[in-house]
């Protein structure tokens, strides 16, 4: 049974910090699953992630019209996936899925979209709207305890 941790953040900023601390513990084939509905941060969450292992400075435009953006960190290749626009799961092939998942870290938004073609091993973070305007909630589960 995979072990749940619950995190509760006030603002953007701290959103942006639990990013980076999550950042900071990747390694090469982590897949990351980010739920939750639209507007409620999961961009927000990649885009932290991405700028900590690339640097500040990296451009990371939404993918939601190309449904996939590559970066290239120090020591592996980021795969952000934005499978909105997805309309059948077959299509994650097309998009390098199977490349990303061998050879990269991922960062999936939208991963109900990929139906029976998720991997083996992941890390599913679902982001919910808090009681405040910027609180988020945040359930993490994943397959060790790397985050608690």
Known sequence: MQQENVYTFHSVEETVNFAHKIASQLHLRDVILLKGELGVGKSVFARA???ALCGQETEVPS???TLVQTYQAPHLTLWHFDLYRL???EE???LGIEEAYAHGVSLIEWPERLGNF???DYIE???THGSHENERILSL???DNRFS
């Open 49 to 51: 992630v991405i700028k």
């Open 63 to 65: 993918p939601t019209f």
């Open 87 to 89: 309309k059948h799961p």
């Open 92 to 94: 994650v092939y097309e």
């Open 118 to 120: 998720l991997p083996k």
């Open 125 to 127: 973070i679902e982001f």
């Open 141 to 143: 589960k994943g397959w």
